[in-house]
C-alpha cells in the first residue's frame, strides 16, 4: 500500500494545533469542512495528545473503529498510517477515510480525513459528532499503550446484511474494480448481503450447489446510470448444506432473495463468489 501522507493544505486546522501544542484546539474547534455534494465533500478532525507515539495512536485507532463497524482497508501502524471505510448500505457507497498519526517533542497528532464521493451528503455536524467522538478518546501515555495493545488485533464487527438487488450490488463491484480491483476482497470479503433478483442458472459443482443470478449486461439496461462500469460483475452463490430440496426447485427466470457472505473475486471474469447461501426470512 502506498504511504498516506498529511496534506497540509488541506489539514490546516490540525497543522496548527501540531505546530502549537501549548494552544492545541479541541477537535471540534480544529473540524474543516471543504468542498460540496457536487464534486465531493472533505472533512478533517485533529487531536493532540502527550505521549503519543504513532504506533500506539494507530493501534488505539483500530480497536476504536472495528468496534463501531468500520472496514479496516489498510493498517500501516509502525508508519502512522491507516485507511478505514464507512460501510456501504443498500443504497450508499462506501468511503475512505484516511487515518495519519505523528509526533513531535513528544506530542502526537492524529489526523482524520473523510473523502465522500461526488454526489454524497452528511451533515458538517453529523459528521463532526463521529469523527471527534471517535478522536476524543485517544489516550497518552501507559493508558494509550494498554489500549493500542488491545486494539492491534481487533476485528470489525460482523453487521447485519446488508439488502441489495443483484443488480445494484453487480453495479458496485464493476465500478469499484474499475476504481481499484486491488481492494474489493479487502471491502467485500466476508460481508453478508442478502441479495435478490432473478435465477440465470442453477447446477451442480462438487457436493454443492450453485446459482448464478441472472445480472444483464450494461448496453442490454433499459436506464443506465451515471459513470456505470462499460461491465458487469456476475453475482454466484455457493447454497449452504442442507439446501439441496431448495435448489432443486429453482428455474431459469424464477424470483429469488438468498443471504449469503463473500468468498472470492476474480477481477478478470469479473465474478463475486458468495458461499453458505441461504433463502432469506
Request: net charge positive.
Amino acid at each position: 500500500m502506498p504511504r498516506y501522507r498529511l496534506a497540509a493544505a488541506l489539514l490546516s486546522a490540525a497543522t496548527v494545533i501540531a505546530t502549537n501544542p501549548a494552544h492545541a484546539a479541541t477537535c471540534e474547534e480544529a473540524f474543516v469542512k471543504k468542498g460540496n455534494p457536487v464534486t465531493g465533500l472533505r472533512f478533517t478532525a485533529a487531536v493532540t495528545v502527550a505521549d503519543l507515539p504513532p504506533a500506539v495512536a494507530i493501534g488505539q485507532m483500530r480497536g476504536i473503529v472495528a468496534g463501531k463497524g468500520y472496514d479496516i482497508m489498510a493498517d500501516e501502524a509502525e508508519f502512522g498510517s491507516m485507511l478505514i471505510e464507512q460501510p456501504m448500505t443498500g443504497s450508499a457507497r462506501a468511503f475512505p477515510i484516511q487515518i495519519t498519526a505523528t509526533q513531535t517533542g513528544g506530542i502526537g497528532t492524529v489526523v482524520m480525513e473523510a473523502k465522500l464521493r461526488a454526489g454524497q451528503a452528511v451533515g458538517a455536524d453529523a459528521a463532526k459528532t463521529e469523527m471527534c467522538g471517535i478522536l476524543n478518546q485517544i489516550k497518552g501515555g501507559k493508558l494509550g499503550a494498554a489500549a493500542a495493545k488491545k486494539g492491534a488485533t481487533a476485528t470489525t464487527v460482523a453487521a447485519a446484511p446488508v439488502k441489495i438487488s443483484a443488480l445494484g450490488l453487480s453495479q458496485q463491484v464493476s465500478k469499484d474494480t474499475e476504481r481499484n480491483a486491488a481492494g474489493i476482497l479487502t471491502r467485500y470479503k466476508g460481508k453478508q448481503f442478502t441479495v435478490d433478483g432473478l435465477v440465470d442458472y442453477v447446477t451442480k459443482d462438487g457436493s454443492a450447489f450453485r446459482i448464478g443470478y441472472k445480472i444483464p449486461n450494461p448496453w442490454e439496461q433499459a436506464i443506465r446510470l451515471p459513470n456505470q462500469a462499460d461491465f458487469k460483475t456476475d453475482i454466484v452463490c455457493y447454497m449452504a448444506p442442507g439446501q439441496a430440496a431448495y435448489s432443486l426447485q429453482l428455474k431459469p427466470g424464477k424470483s429469488i432473495k438468498l443471504t449469503g457472505t463473500v468468498e472470492d473475486f476474480d477481477q478478470y471474469k469479473h465474478i463475486l463468489w458468495m458461499k453458505d447461501c441461504r433463502p432469506a426470512q
